[in-house]
Structure formats: C-alpha cells, structure tokens
C-alpha cells in the first residue's frame, strides 16, 4: 500500500532528542516514516507506541518487539498509555492533517480530484460523515462550519445553497457538491476555494480542532521535566492552536501571573518554526505548507 513521504523527517525526530532507552508516541503513524525513524535510534530497551484511527493504516505495522501500534484517535492517548502501563514517556510526535494516501484513495472522498460518495471519515467506524454534515446541518450550523474551518468569505451564501439544492434530493457524491455551489466557484479560484470547502467540512466531520485541543491538554501530563513535543501542522487553525499552546499553555488569552509577575506555562518553545526546503518541496508537493513546531516540557 503506497503512503507519504514523511514530512519533515529528520527535522521532527532531531527534536524529540531522542534517548536510546527512553519511551516516544508517534500519534499519527499513517505509513510508519516517522516511527521507523524513531526506532531506528532506540536501543533494545526503547520503546515507541503509535497511534491511529485508520484502519488502513494497521497494514503498515512494524513488527518489532518495541513497538505497539494503537488503533485509536489520539485524543484519547493518556487513556490508552495507562492501559499498557504507561503514565509518562520522553517526546511526542505528531503529524497532523490528511495522510496522502488518504487523499489518492479516491472513494475515501478526501480529495477535490475525484467523483466520491461525500465521507471524508478517517476512522471509517464513525458514524457522522460528509454526507451527513452536508445533508443535515442546518444552514446557521453549515455556515459556522464552512466559516470557521474553511476560512470561507462565501460561507453565508454557500451554506443557503447547499440547502437550497439538498431539498429537491439529497446531495450524495462530490460532485453534486461542486455543482450545487458552482456559482461560487470562479475558474481562477475553484481550486482554492473547493480545497477550503474540502478542508472545512473534513475538519468537522472527524473533530479535528477538538481532538488536537484535548491531545495537547494531556502532554503536559505525560511529558517530564525535559520531555519533547515535536509537532507539524499543515494549516493556520492547527498551527496557530499549537503556537499558543506552546507558548501559554492555553488556546486562548493569556496566562495568569503570580504575585512577583512571573508566568508559570508548561513548556518552553525550542528554537524556531521549521518549514520544509525547496528540495524536500519539489520532492514532495504536499509539505507545501508544513510547519515543525518543537518544545520541551519545563
């Protein structure tokens, strides 16, 4: 089974400043690049469990007597830890967004390329999918969504429309999609603004803001003092949760301060935000806009 190119490979695993016997979570293992990579520095007493909702991305495991494949969201990571016996490990990867295996599967319905049922689920057990979203948000909800998670100046309009055509028969397939909002897709911009619509209704469908918030609330329990996250986001909404994560330990406003003015945040942020070269890029489109973010629990 073809899977992506691990973005960022060398860059996210130098961030984990990994210990050759020291316990690591790889919570989107997709293709496993990044947790081959982990292991391949860990010693016979290092451990890696990895996490993911897919069920096709089980086809990938690694079989070796260090690692554990979880098949869970990982959302639900302090949870699953516990169950193996583990409430504490030395650095967290994760490499949020859409694997590109994901996306070239056509009836997964990921992707803007292919006529698809509307799915959109990445752990296909979910009940609530594309479809459902699609034909049964009402139009103040449709619009929240496709305003909040597709950044979309048309939300208002493109909601109304989308309501107004599911009403003389369901829509099912992208490209009734693509048609019932065909007045809000200019040719100049149609690419743009179905990636958006796409990105929006997708993000909804598998809660992905909420997921990534409960995760990220849980490393500050895992993580000790010297503990590593090591995180790459693909979009402004991830990247900017991460950021302030990072740098307040909140997702919004600012820490509180004690008597003396000092602010007491969980981590502290390590180095600078890493984005892909040229050449990676050129190899690899989909790290376009991929941006590394690192920091080490306090």
């Known amino acids: 089974m073809s899977y992506h190119n691990p973005v960022l490979l060398k860059e996210s695993v130098k961030g984990l400043q990994i210990k050759p016997n020291g316990i ?58 516990r169950l193996h016996g583990v409430s504490k490990v030395d650095g967290i990867l994760g490499d949020f967004g859409v694997s590109s295996h994901q996306f070239d599967v056509a009836e997964r319905g990921f992707s803007t390329r292919f006529e698809a049922n509307l799915d959109m689920r990445m752990n296909q057990g979910n009940a609530v999918s594309a479809f459902h979203i699609v034909n049964e948000y009402n139009e103040k909800d449709l619009r929240n969504v496709l305003f909040q998670y597709g950044e979309l100046k048309s939300a208002a309009g493109m909601a109304r429309m989308i309501v107004e055509n599911r009403m003389k028969q369901p829509i099912k397939t992208s490209e009734e999609l693509k048609s019932a909002l065909g007045r809000f897709l200019p040719k100049h911009k149609e690419n743009k603004i179905l990636a958006q619509l796409f ?14 918030k409960e995760f990220l609330l849980q490393t500050v329990d895992l993580l000790p003092t010297g503990g590593r996250l090591s995180l790459i986001s693909y979009h402004s909404l991830e990247d900017r949760l991460v950021k302030r994560f990072i740098r307040n330990g909140l997702f919004e406003g600012e820490p509180e301060k004690d008597v003396f003015g000092h602010v007491e945040v969980p981590f502290k942020k390590i180095g ?26 306090i």
Request: charged share 30%; net charge negative.
């Open 24 to 81: 690591y979570v790889d919570v989107t293992f997709g293709g496993g690049g990044h947790s081959k990579k982990i292991l391949s520095q860990l010693d016979d007493k290092g451990k890696l469990y990895a996490f993911d909702q897919d069920v096709d991305a089980l086809e990938n495991t690694i079989n070796d007597d260090r690692f554990l494949l979880i098949h869970q969201n990982f959302r639900h990571i302090k949870r699953f830890l």
């Open 199 to 212: 990105q929006a209704i997708r993000i909804e469908v598998n809660q992905e803001i909420q997921a990534l």
């Open 272 to 297: 600078k935000l890493i984005i892909p070269g040229e050449e990676e890029i050129e190899q690899n489109n989909r790290a376009r806009s991929a941006k590394l973010r690192i920091a080490e629990r």
